[in-house]
């Protein structure tokens, strides 16, 4: 499983330890799992959250760019995001 890290500076880890990066498919489980987290942090998530329904938004993004778009920080050493 990918871990999911927020605030990579937060982490002690130092800034050029980590790069910002476009989503590629791969990444949408661990993308999906940083949502639900957060949600966690505010509160929630409600009822209709689904973890499969955010990886699959994850993944329309990644694969869409009309749709949109999807930055991961990820650590150099380690490859977690």
């Known amino acids: ?7 990579a ?3 002690g880890l130092p800034h ?3 790069a910002l990066r476009k989503g590629v498919p791969g990444d949408e489980n ?3 799992e940083a949502v ?3 949600l ?17 938004a994850a993944l329309r993004l ?3 760019p009309e749709e949109g ?4 920080i990820e650590e150099q050493a380690t490859g977690r995001m």
């Open 1 to 7: 499983m990918t871990g999911v890290r927020v605030g």
């Open 62 to 64: 990644i694969q869409d």
């Open 36 to 38: 639900g987290k957060l």
């Open 30 to 32: 661990a993308i999906a």
């Open 40 to 56: 966690s942090e505010l509160g929630g998530p409600g009822p209709e959250f689904s973890l499969e329904g955010a990886k699959q």
């Open 16 to 18: 050029g330890g980590t």
């Open 9 to 11: 500076e937060a982490q």
């Open 69 to 72: 778009f999807i930055f991961v």
